[in-house]
């Protein structure tokens, strides 16, 4: 069944729609902005678009549904993604359990929230930072990382099995990340179209084998591919 609610409604409260297994569909009105712990928890939800209104979601909120694409609104404003005080929370993060694979993100946000069933994402045009553990053990296979996105944090991309190959698209303002933003993850190509700083000074891509370079590219970062003994090829494009 479907649920729309009106547009007068700003906030959601934790469980309100907890275990109505009925709710396959679920309209979320533009003027929330707040949606509480395991809100829609046990539902049946396939598909759901978080309106740029909404600044916080709890956790658990949107976790035990049919979630098999998300779409996540465009804003300036950052979205904050609510943890539990403690690690003994079951279904901590807001998607969990979901088969979730297809994610539109719009926005910059804070905290964990997607599964690691995730394999497809895209991002829209606002300016994005990634924080930590955002997608660590996702599904990827190929990675591309458009000029809006401006920083990724430790451990973003870390334990991602299937991540072979991470292009950094052009554009005038530098992407920082950390040594540790693809941590076990095996990289073996890496496509750099615009400068990156890299924090930190563990080896950032060791499974690397192929570099490519931009032309808009005016400097390597300290130690930057340090320890990857595998690269074999480097050229420029």
């Known amino acids: ?40 928890d046990g539902c049946s939800i396939t598909e ?16 035990n549904n049919q979630l098999a694409s998300l779409t996540i609104a465009d804003s300036n404003e950052e979205i904050t993604f609510e943890e539990p005080p403690s690690s003994s929370y079951v279904y901590a993060i807001p998607f969990d359990n979901n088969p979730l694979t297809d994610i539109y993100i719009g926005r910059s946000w804070s905290g964990k929230a997607f ?7 895209t991002f829209g045009s606002k300016e994005i930072n990634i924080p930590s553990d955002a997608f660590k053990g996702c599904r990827f296979k190929s990675l591309s990382i458009p000029a809006n996105v401006k920083n990724i944090s430790s451990l973003a991309f870390a ?27 095996p990289v073996t190509d890496f496509v750099m179209n615009r400068d990156c700083v890299v924090k930190g000074y563990s080896s950032f ?20 591919f340090r320890a990857s003994t595998d690269l074999i090829t480097v050229k420029s494009l």
Do not use: H
């Open 1 to 40: 069944s479907e649920v729309s609610l009106s547009e007068g409604l700003t906030s959601i409260g934790c469980m309100a729609f907890k275990g109505c297994t009925a709710i396959s569909q679920i309209d979320l009105p533009e003027n929330l902005t707040t949606i509480g712990n395991y809100a829609f």
């Open 48 to 63: 759901l678009t978080i309106p740029a209104s909404v600044t916080s979601v709890g956790w658990g909120a949107f976790a």
């Open 115 to 121: 599964p690691p069933t995730v394999s497809g994402l």
């Open 159 to 185: 334990n991602c099995a299937s991540l072979s190959s991470v292009t950094v698209e052009n554009g005038d303002s530098p992407l920082t990340m950390s040594t540790g933003t693809f941590n076990s993850s």
């Open 205 to 224: 891509m060791p499974q690397l084998k192929r570099l490519t370079v931009g032309e808009k590219v005016t400097q390597m970062p300290d130690t930057v």
